[in-house]
């Protein structure tokens, strides 16, 4: 960090967290993106835009109380971070999963800002959730604890307010218990996304973040003279994201190679068929199941052992910090050369810098897969009409708006002179629309 301003804002964003690393990095890699931004433009520094970007405005922690299958009284906390809102109302998932804290939620919001700014949606950024873990937890005791959780969550959100969406261990079951429980209290159906169809939900919401990330990725490989066609591909995670990352990359003439989940990984050199990776993760199973469907797959124990498969593209689609300065070096060894993130955050900041400096194609997550939440805005817009879209429809305006990212992100980055770095020109395109609105 080198301008003046951008390490005053940095240092007191410290003072006011010293201990929320992820957050405290998510901060720094949009600081230092913009520093050839307020070079150019010392004036922005009187409107304090950063300093408030960085400070959310309001986050809410609460208890949640709710009854195991012995009858046996379990509490977890709940989080709603509400970063910003100069955009639209507050928008991000509901993550359930033993890591969440304070630091991961608000990191996720703030870079969730800028994410949805890049969709050219009216929409701010929020994310939200619980340290719940679902693993191994029966389907009455998640009903249970979504119902507990939405109790004390309603009256904190609403369709023009803040719009709770899905994210880790939140699929459309989990939305559907949330959405019950919510309209006891209000009837205000476009307050949660991801719902499921007969209660509101959007036909290609299910496939859109990794629908995406693949129409994405594949721009960014054709203004590069590549594609995905003949490409060995390896996808981290086995759940919704990489699911339908497998099912468009194959579409798209690749193979699927690889993929995992938190118990270990499988490979297949024939390619992975997302079918079967379905039914295999039902109940959330063990991916080693898929050796039950395929002859030609083979299994190991060590999930991040997958990136060590020779490939030509990775698209990490499990969860944050994947990808170390290590797992980078592995890759770039191997010869992979186009790297996507489908996930929040899976490689850290020193991984990225590797890969920029050995010229690997880098889409970085706010960019790459803000396709899900496009699409979330596309089901509060039928919501709002009352209407019915099409799969087709909204299949062809996520592939319209995944074009526009990539193409706006790319000029923003030529704008200040640091062509092909796909991480600042996301950076500096979302926090342009989003002072916009602020001013
Ligand atoms: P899911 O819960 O559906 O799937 C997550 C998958 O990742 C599961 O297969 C899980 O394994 C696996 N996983 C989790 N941790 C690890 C690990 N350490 N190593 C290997 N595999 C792991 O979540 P989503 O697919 O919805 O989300 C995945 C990521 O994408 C998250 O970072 C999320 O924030 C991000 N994202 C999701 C969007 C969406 O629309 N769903 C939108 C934008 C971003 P297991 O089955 O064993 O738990």
């Known amino acids: 960090m080198k301008n003046a301003y951008i390490k005053k804002v940095f240092k007191q964003v410290k003072e006011t967290c010293p201990n929320e690393t992820q957050f405290l990095n998510a901060v720094r890699e949009v600081l230092e993106s913009l520093e050839p931004v307020y070079d150019a433009n010392p ?20 208890q949640v109380a709710w009854k195991d ?66 693993h191994g937890k029966s389907p009455a005791e998640i009903e249970r604890f979504c119902h507990a959780f939405m109790k004390q969550l309603y009256p904190y959100i609403g369709s023009k307010t803040d719009v709770p969406a899905g994210d880790l261990g939140v699929g459309g079951t989990e939305i559907g218990y949330l959405l019950d429980e919510y309209l006891k209290h209000r009837k205000d159906i476009g307050t949660l996304t991801g719902k499921p169809l007969d209660k509101g939900g959007l036909k290609g919401r299910t496939e859109a973040t990794g629908f995406g990330l693949c129409y994405f990725t594949e ?18 995670g086995s759940g919704n994201v990489s699911t339908y990352a497998c099912k468009k990359a194959t579409e798209l003439g690749a193979t699927v190679i690889g993929m995992s989940d938190t118990h270990g990984y499988i490979i297949d050199k024939k390619g992975i ?20 469907y395929s002859d ?8 991040t052992d997958l ?7 990775c698209l990490p689609c499990a969860t944050q910090n994947e990808i170390n300065l290590d797992t980078a070096k592995i890759l770039v060894k191997n010869g992979c050369y186009c790297v996507a993130e489908g996930a929040n955050l899976p490689t850290t900041l020193d991984a990225i810098a590797y890969f ?33 879209w099409t ?41 342009e629309t989003v002072i916009a609105k602020m001013k």
């Open 43 to 62: 004036e922005l520094e009187k409107y304090a835009y950063l300093e408030r970007i960085c400070e959310p405005q309001r986050v809410v922690e609460f």
């Open 69 to 134: 299958d012995e009858g046996n009284i379990q509490v977890n906390r709940g989080y709603r971070v509400q970063q910003n809102n100069a955009v639209g109302p507050f928008k991000g998932g509901l993550r359930f999963n033993k890591t969440v804290n304070l630091s991961i939620l608000k990191s996720l919001a703030f870079e969730q800002t800028f994410k949805n700014a890049l969709t050219g949606c009216p929409m701010g950024g929020g994310k939200g959730g619980s340290n719940f873990d679902p």
């Open 219 to 236: 721009e960014m490989l054709n203004d590069h003279k590549k594609s995905f066609k003949g490409k060995k591909v390896i996808i981290s």
């Open 273 to 292: 068929d997302y079918k079967k990776i379905i039914k295999a993760k039902e109940n959330r199973a063990s991916i080693e199941n898929y050796l039950k």
């Open 296 to 303: 030609s797959t083979v299994y190991a124990e060590n999930p």
């Open 307 to 313: 990136f060590k498969t020779k490939c030509d593209i």
């Open 356 to 388: 920029q400096e050995n010229k690997v194609l880098f889409g970085p997550a706010k960019a790459a897969n803000a396709g899900g939440v496009g699409c979330s805005y596309f089901e509060m817009c039928q919501n709002a009409e009352g209407s019915k």
């Open 391 to 431: 799969f087709n429809k909204t299949d062809k305006k996520l592939k319209e708006m995944m074009v526009n990212i990539y193409h706006n992100i790319k000029d923003a980055a030529i704008r200040y002179g640091h062509p092909e770095n796909f991480v600042m020109g996301a950076n500096i395109h979302g926090f």
